[in-house]
């Protein structure tokens, strides 16, 4: 089984400034064949099932601000919020996608300093 | 617009029997690969089975395997999860997602099963 290991496990950032939240996975996610990482970031608020972020380590869904960007590629990976908003207060959390079980890194809580 | 609507958690003593379902509308469930994800109170999220979009193919996490079924009815638009053997760390909230290339691309609102004596 693919191992997500996220760090770190919580994080306080100020309104305003850029948040890191990384991402490694215990084995390569590239998929040599099409060149496309098989990791996907998904924002969950108190209460809320999980929400799709961003697919293909870096391509935002229809509908997600801006400020949220992933990158990386092979085994490290790294969503970025550039300008922390309120409402981006919640646990985020990668999972792979190129192998079964699909599994999810162990989650980021993300507050505000 | 895709919605997901799971029913059937409740409360279950350690050892019985447990059916979730998950009710699909807004998108052609027939043609769509289907997962269930768990979160146990507090905790992060657990990837729990798939399952093709004829029904053939299914995977299991190793903690469910033996013990939770998936399976679906395309005539009904509806997924479901035969939990047997239940134990207090299936306790949780089950979500059933909507596979879009192998990312959960949209998530059901979750139901409870609290196992306990």
């Given at each position: 089984d693919i191992v997500m290991t996220q760090s770190p496990d919580s994080l306080a950032v100020s309104l305003g400034e850029r948040a890191t939240i990384n991402c490694k996975s215990s084995?390569?996610?590239?998929?040599?064949?099409?060149?496309?990482?098989?990791l996907a970031w998904y924002q969950q608020k108190p209460g809320q099932p999980p929400k799709l972020?961003?697919?293909?380590?870096s391509t935002r869904e229809s509908g997600?601000?801006?400020r949220f960007s992933g990158s990386g590629s092979g085994t490290d990976f790294t969503l970025t919020i550039s300008s922390l908003q309120a409402e981006d207060v919640a646990v985020y959390y990668c999972q792979q996608y190129?192998?079964?079980?699909?599994t999810f890194g162990q989650g980021t809580r993300l507050e505000i300093k | 617009q895709v919605q997901l609507v799971e029913s059937g958690g409740g409360v279950v003593q350690p050892g019985r029997s447990l059916r979730l379902s998950c009710a699909a509308s807004g998108f052609t469930f027939s043609s769509s690969v289907m997962h269930w994800v768990r979160q146990a109170p507090g905790k992060g999220l657990e990837w729990v089975a798939v399952i093709s979009q004829d029904g053939t193919n299914k995977y299991y996490a190793d903690s469910v395997k033996g013990r939770f079924t998936i399976s679906r009815d395309n005539s009904k638009n509806t997924l479901y999860l035969q939990m047997n053997?239940?134990?207090?760390?299936?306790t949780a909230v089950y979500y059933c997602a909507r596979d879009t290339s192998g990312y959960c691309g949209h998530w059901g609102q979750g139901s409870l099963v609290t196992v306990s004596s």
């Open positions: 084995q390569s996610i590239l998929y040599s064949s099409n060149n496309k990482n098989y972020l961003i697919s293909w380590a997600v601000p801006g190129y192998s079964t079980p699909r | 053997s239940l134990s207090v760390e299936d």
